[in-house]
Every structure is written in structure tokens, then in C-alpha cells.
T-cell receptor, first 117, second 111 residues
Framework: GAVVSQHPSRVICKSGTSVKIECRSLDFQATTMFWYRQFPKQSLMLMAT?????????EQGVEKDKFLINHASLTLSTLTVTSAHPEDSSFYICSARDGSRGNQPQHFGDGTRLSIL | AQSVTQLGSHVSVSEGALVLLRCNYSSSVPPYLFWYVQYPNQGLQLLLK??????LVKGINGFEAEFKKSETSFHLTKPSAHMSDAAEYFC?????????FGTGTRLQVFP
């Protein structure tokens, strides 16, 4: 149980393109989803917390207009990297929590490798 | 504020040897603690978690961790390493909403 599906797994596109990444909880309802960015050989950096039906909460230093997050249903959150540039190249990982309490674990997708040329 | 420190960015063991990955936490409230494993180019998989109750927690793949409040530690162990255990391991502490990750420990297993 507790499977999170993330698509696409890899994206290569030109500078200036907008890229959408989907995160789905397949067998549970996720009121809260999280988006992380991971640089090579580093830990995960939380970008934003996504709550179903409300605006996402962004971490300090993360541009809201650059990284658009939508959480339209209890099983789907999307991250859109708008007008992507080479510095946006990274590994993006989503997670979903089955419940609203901090003692419940987050379940992670397999990540999206974004490469901007 | 909560934080996690993982001592040792790299740990190398021989196949069949004991695995010990260290994690110390800082928290002003009773912590929720987690260990995750990440294989190359993949997301994170939950190994085990501590919330309340028994301080020795058993997880998947033969791993276990012991919550020691007096030492503010939550070290991950496995009696006998397998080649397939080679991966990146992250310790994390949770406040009411977010996960705070350590910097990770890369485990190498030699034949």
C-alpha cells in the first residue's frame, strides 16, 4: 500500500519551456503533498507544502511564480516549472502523507530528473 | 527548531558485516523519527519510523533502529549487510507538518 506515482521520470527540454510534473497517490487519499528538490549528492530541500483545495505554502527563497503548485484533488498534485532555465535543472521529488499528523510517514514518488538545455 | 545530524557521509562495510548508521536529533518536543533509503535515481522508501511506544523499532529489509532519548539518538542497524543494501540513507525528524532531513549517509557494501 501507500504508493505514490510521479510522472514523468525524466524531462529534457529547451530553455524557456514550461514543464509540468504530476504526483499521484494511487491507493490512499493525500490531504497534504510535498515537493522537494535534490541537488547531486545532497539531501532533499523542501520547496513547498501542498494542501488539497488551498494554496500551497512555499519555503523561504522558493519563487511562487516560478514553481506553480496545484493540488486539485486528494490524489493529485502538480508542479509546473515555468519558463525553465538551466539553473532549474535538478531532481524533483514529491511525497504524499496519508493523514494530517506529523507522526504519519510521507510516501515518496520516484522523482523527476529535469534537464534544461 | 528541530534538526538532524547524520555522522559520517560515507560508510563502507563488507558483506555480512554489521551496519551502523548514526543519527542524532534535536527537538523541543517528543520527536517523530524516520529512516528512509534512496537508491540511485529513485525517490525515498520508508525503512522504519518511531512515534511512541517501544523504543526498538524494526523495519523492512532486516533494519532496525533504537530511540534513545537520553542520547538524542536514533541509530540504524542491520546485523549482516547485503550487497543490495548499498544506497543513500536519510534520517528525518518530523514536527507537526514537515520532515527535516539529515544530510544522508552513503552506504557501500564490499564483497
Amino acid at each position: 500500500g501507500a504508493v505514490v506515482s510521479q510522472h514523468p521520470s525524466r524531462v529534457i527540454c529547451k530553455s524557456g519551456t514550461s514543464v509540468k510534473i504530476e504526483c499521484r497517490s494511487l491507493d490512499f487519499q493525500a490531504t497534504t503533498m510535498f515537493w522537494y528538490r535534490q541537488f547531486p549528492k545532497q539531501s532533499l530541500m523542501l520547496m513547498a507544502t501542498s494542501n488539497e483545495g488551498s494554496k500551497a505554502t512555499y519555503e523561504q527563497g522558493v519563487e511562487k511564480d516560478k514553481f506553480l503548485i496545484n493540488h486539485a484533488s486528494l490524489t493529485l498534485s502538480t508542479l509546473t516549472v515555468t519558463s525553465a532555465h538551466p539553473e532549474d535543472s535538478s531532481f524533483y521529488i514529491c511525497s504524499a502523507r496519508d493523514g494530517s499528523r506529523g507522526n504519519q510517514p510521507q510516501h515518496f514518488g520516484d522523482g523527476t530528473r529535469l534537464s534544461i538545455l | 527548531a528541530q534538526s538532524v545530524t547524520q555522522l559520517g557521509s560515507h560508510v563502507s562495510v563488507s558483506e555480512g558485516a554489521l551496519v551502523l548508521l548514526r543519527c542524532n536529533y534535536s527537538s523541543s518536543v517528543p520527536p517523530y523519527l524516520f529512516w528512509y533509503v534512496q537508491y540511485p535515481n529513485q525517490g525515498l522508501q520508508l525503512l522504519l519510523k518511531y512515534t511512541t511506544g517501544a523504543t526498538l523499532v524494526k523495519g523492512i529489509n532486516g533494519f532496525e533502529a533504537e530511540f534513545k532519548k537520553s542520547e538524542t539518538s536514533f541509530h540504524l542497524t542491520k546485523p549482516s549487510a547485503h550487497m543490495s543494501d548499498a544506497a543513500e540513507y536519510f534520517c528525518a525528524v518530523s514536527d507537526t507538518d514537515k520532515l527535516i532531513f539529515g544530510t544522508g549517509t552513503r552506504l557501500q557494501v564490499f564483497p
